[in-house]
């Protein structure tokens, strides 16, 4: 079974600073990455996420992130933290085939922005 | 199109009680997801759906919880009798067919308070 570890349950970074959010997943078959955003008192929604192909993946928001098949790592990076950027981070990986699939998340990270 | 459709965002109930909480898909989304999330827990996929058949109901506290899926733009999920343990945001989501990538689209959520 399909597993996601997120190192870091809490990360604090400066304002304009490198952010750096750590993902590690087990998986038996080529996977299917996510990184979620959740903001205060709101559901979750997608950041980006990896198939196939490049192995860097931008998405929304100025967030990217790097698939390595051979570290099993998929780390969420931005270069410049906003204070918007302030909220919750779950990165996730999908299990299943076909139309009988679900999300495993990990535990999530809380990233706060400080001036 | 307007998301997913949570309702109620909030409800405050009595120990005992009855709690229905319901869900409204995103159009052509065939599978359907309900979460809890909670401090101590994270988010735990309770149940998923598939065509309105549920598929895994493992996450599924205990006999006190249900989950129904009548038609393809409707689900509830009910406890009966609540207790305060169960306090927590849940989160229903919708994923359309076909593809283990396809993202799945949250809610905003309800919260919960059992007293």
């Known amino acids: 079974a399909q597993s996601v570890t997120q190192l870091g349950s809490h990360v604090s970074v400066s304002e304009g600073a490198l952010v750096l959010l750590r993902c590690n997943y087990s998986?038996?078959?080529?996977?299917?990455l996510f990184w979620y955003v959740q903001y205060p008192n709101q559901g979750l929604q997608l950041l980006l996420k990896?198939?196939?192909?490049?192995?860097l993946v931008k998405g929304i928001n100025g967030f990217e992130a790097e698939f390595k098949k051979s570290e099993t790592s998929f780390h969420l990076t931005k270069p410049s933290a906003h204070m918007s950027d302030a909220a919750e981070y779950f990165c996730a990986v999908s299990e299943g085939s076909g139309g009988y699939n679900k999300l495993i998340f990990g535990a999530g990270t809380r990233l706060a922005v400080h001036p | 199109d307007a998301g997913v459709i949570q309702s109620p965002r909030h409800e405050v109930t009595e120990m005992g009680q009855e709690v229905t909480l319901r869900c409204k898909p995103i159009s052509g989304h065939n599978s359907l997801f309900w979460y809890r999330q909670t401090m101590m827990r994270g988010l735990e996929l309770l149940i998923y759906f598939n065509n309105n058949v549920p598929i895994d109901d493992s996450g599924m506290p205990e006999d006190r919880f249900s989950a129904k899926m009548p038609n393809a733009s409707f689900s509830t999920l009910k406890i009966q009798p609540s207790e305060p343990r169960d306090s927590a945001v849940y989160f229903c989501?919708?994923?359309?067919?076909?593809?283990?990538?396809?993202?799945?689209?949250f809610g905003p959520g309800t919260r919960l308070t059992v007293l």
């Open positions: 998986s038996s078959v080529p996977p299917y």
């Open positions: 990896y198939t196939t192909g490049a192995t």
């Open positions: 989501a919708s994923q359309a067919q076909g593809s283990s990538y396809n993202e799945q689209f």
